[in-house]
């Protein structure tokens, strides 16, 4: 069963509540991420708490548990010399910027002109609620004895 530290391998699809799916490992290999290390969205891991191998499950999560609401500070004006000249904007493009810590956020263009571009850098699913279908493949609580779906 899946506790809060447990290694869980799964199939798992992201999409949103009007059935646009986002990402879809279904057809892939499983994925195999360790909770509580904020590798997922807080509220799928709460939401794996209790299941094992072999369930399949569908989720809706708020913003609050997902990936957050919008934050209106995260909206920036850059210059548009802060760009590549060769970078071909355009609005809705999601990019990578790097903040002054060092970690890399996404960024989607809002808008732009040749003198500035107008970025937001909230993660491009904040304020949504999201979906997730997961099936569990193996679930392991002590590395010396996996529990695997054969």
């Known amino acids: 069963m899946i506790e809060r530290t447990s290694r869980v391998t799964l199939f798992y699809r992201l999409g949103l509540t009007d059935g646009q799916v986002l990402e879809d490992n279904f057809d892939d290999e499983p994925m195999t991420v360790l909770l509580g290390q904020g590798e997922m969205a807080e509220g799928l891991e709460l939401a794996l708490i209790g299941l094992r191998a ?9 913003p609050d548990l997902a990936f957050g609401y919008v934050d209106e500070t995260l909206f920036r004006a ?12 355009e609005a809705g493009l999601i990019i990578e910027f790097v903040n002054e810590d060092g970690d890399s956020l996404p960024g989607t263009i809002i808008d732009f ?24 493949v193996a679930v392991d609580n002590d590395a010396a004895e996996p529990t695997t779906l054969h």
Not at 78 to 89: G, I, K, V
Not at 114 to 119: F, K, N, P, R
């Open 113 to 136: 002109d040749d003198d500035e571009v107008q970025v937001d850098l909230n993660h491009p699913l904040a304020g949504q609620t999201v979906r997730y279908s997961v099936k569990i």
């Open 78 to 89: 850059l210059p548009r010399s802060d760009f590549d000249p060769a970078m071909e904007l």
């Open 54 to 62: 072999g369930d399949e499950q569908t989720i809706d999560i708020g």
